[in-house]
């Protein structure tokens, strides 16, 4: 079974769609974040939540 780390934060109302999709762009592309969850909120707030999977290493010592 596959572990998930993640990683929650809100979006203010100002930040524009496109700032939002580079930000998240930026978050999978280079640090290997995926999206989890997106709500949007009438008041045009948004809850995001980026995931990835956790990759432990064992040692054969």
């Known amino acids: 079974m596959s572990e998930y780390e993640f990683q929650r934060f809100w979006l203010p109302r100002t930040e524009s769609r ?3 999709r580079r930000l998240l762009t930026d978050a999978a592309e ?4 995926e999206l ?3 709500r949007l909120f ?3 707030r948004r809850r995001v ?3 990835r999977r956790v990759i432990r290493v064992r040692s054969t010592l």
Do not use: I, Y
Not at 30 to 33: D, E, K, T
């Open 18 to 20: 496109q700032a939002v």
């Open 30 to 33: 280079h640090h290997g974040w």
């Open 36 to 38: 989890d969850r997106l």
């Open 42 to 44: 009438p008041d045009g």
């Open 49 to 51: 939540t980026l995931r």
